[in-house]
Each structure stands twice: as structure tokens, then as C-alpha cells.
């Protein structure tokens, strides 16, 4: 028999459809990618999903508020180190240069799902864009700037047109163009 150690932990069915789901959410979009699919592909029965997540749109919340959760923590770990608050702005976009690539350009998986769903307030989505506005705010404050708001307003409008761009084109370029804007109007604010 083998030790615990050495046995691969089981994931759970609603661990599997999540990750399947999120998957091919962010692959083919949400509307897209109905039920059956995510069953087929998870290998998980349709009782098990609606014990776990009652609904798709349900589904759907979780896989939005697993992705708000990770990307906070992918990026208070990049800037634990960091005591610049400049450096720690840029490297939303540093962390987007290096991850869209890897993601074949998909552009901002929460922009993504406003779109599908224009007539909704996401609140994962609501969520994760209040985060990014005011930890851009806190850290224009501790970098002096005169109008932190009005600043942190128009990097994050630089963002949000930098992953888009970059899906449009297929190309980091516009990231990389929209974080040397981010460090302008930083520096002239």
C-alpha cells in the first residue's frame, strides 16, 4: 500500500467542474460553453453540479470569484517584496506581459464577462474592479501624487485598454504600451 505522501490527493466533483469550467470559460467565453460540455469534460455527473453550484449561473459566480480571489493573491506575492509604490502599480501590467502570452490573448477574463452580460452587475466582477481601484488609489497616495483618484482612474482606464488591445492584436506590444503610459502619467501627476 502506498503512504499518504505518496497517493495524489482525489479532487473533489465540485473541484472539477470549477476548474473545467473555468477553463473553457475563458477559452470560449461563457455563453458558449453550455452544461453538457462542462459535465462531459469534468467527467462529473449532472446531479453533482447542482448539488455543488445549484445552477450555471452559480457556476459561473464562483468561477468569477476564484479568479478575483487568485489574481489578488498572484499579485500581493509579485509585489511582497516591492517597497516602491510605482513599482507595485506597474506590476499589474508586468504580471499581464508575462500572462498573456501563456493565455493566447485572451484579454481580461472580467471584461470578458461583462461583455457576455451587459444588462448584469457581476458582483465578483464589481468586486475585483473596486479592489484594483482602490489599491491603485492607496498606493498613489503613499507615491504622493496630487489627485490619486483622478489618477488611479486613468491608469486603470490604460489597463483596461491594454488588455484589450493586446486580445484585439494578439500581441503584447499593447500592454507593454499601456504600462510606459501607466509610468507617464504617474510621473506627471
Known amino acids: 500500500m502506498r503512504s499518504t505522501a505518496e497517493t495524489p490527493t482525489k479532487r473533489s466533483p465540485a473541484e472539477r467542474l470549477l476548474e473545467t469550467a473555468g477553463e473553457l470559460f475563458a477559452e470560449y467565453g461563457i455563453r458558449a460553453v453550455g452544461v453538457d460540455r462542462i459535465l462531459a469534460e469534468s467527467g462529473v455527473a449532472r446531479a453533482?453540479?447542482?448539488?455543488?453550484?445549484?445552477?450555471?449561473?452559480?457556476?459561473?459566480?464562483?468561477?468569477?470569484?476564484?479568479?478575483?480571489?487568485?489574481?489578488?493573491?498572484?499579485?500581493?506575492?509579485?509585489?511582497?517584496?516591492?517597497?516602491?509604490?510605482?513599482?507595485?502599480?506597474?506590476?499589474?501590467?508586468?504580471?499581464?506581459?508575462?500572462?498573456?502570452?501563456?493565455?493566447?490573448?485572451?484579454?481580461?477574463?472580467?471584461?470578458?464577462?461583462?461583455?457576455?452580460?451587459?444588462?448584469?452587475?457581476i458582483e465578483p466582477v464589481l468586486a475585483h474592479r473596486e479592489w484594483l481601484r482602490s489599491t491603485l488609489v492607496e498606493l498613489l497616495e503613499q507615491a504622493g501624487v496630487a489627485d490619486p483618484k483622478g489618477t488611479a482612474e486613468q491608469i486603470r482606464l490604460i489597463y483596461d485598454g491594454s488588455l484589450a488591445g493586446s486580445k484585439f492584436e494578439h500581441s503584447a506590444d499593447p500592454i507593454r504600451f499601456g504600462r510606459e503610459m501607466a509610468a507617464a502619467a504617474i510621473s506627471a501627476a
Not at 63 to 87: S, T
Request: net charge negative.
Open 48 to 121: 453533482s453540479l447542482y448539488t455543488a453550484y445549484g445552477s450555471k449561473d452559480a457556476l459561473v459566480h464562483a468561477y468569477l470569484d476564484g479568479l478575483d480571489r487568485r489574481d489578488r493573491a498572484r499579485w500581493n506575492e509579485a509585489v511582497e517584496a516591492l517597497d516602491d509604490p510605482v513599482a507595485k502599480i506597474l506590476t499589474f501590467f508586468d504580471l499581464a506581459l508575462a500572462s498573456a502570452p501563456r493565455k493566447n490573448f485572451r484579454g481580461c477574463q472580467y471584461a470578458n464577462a461583462a461583455t457576455e452580460f451587459p444588462q448584469e452587475r
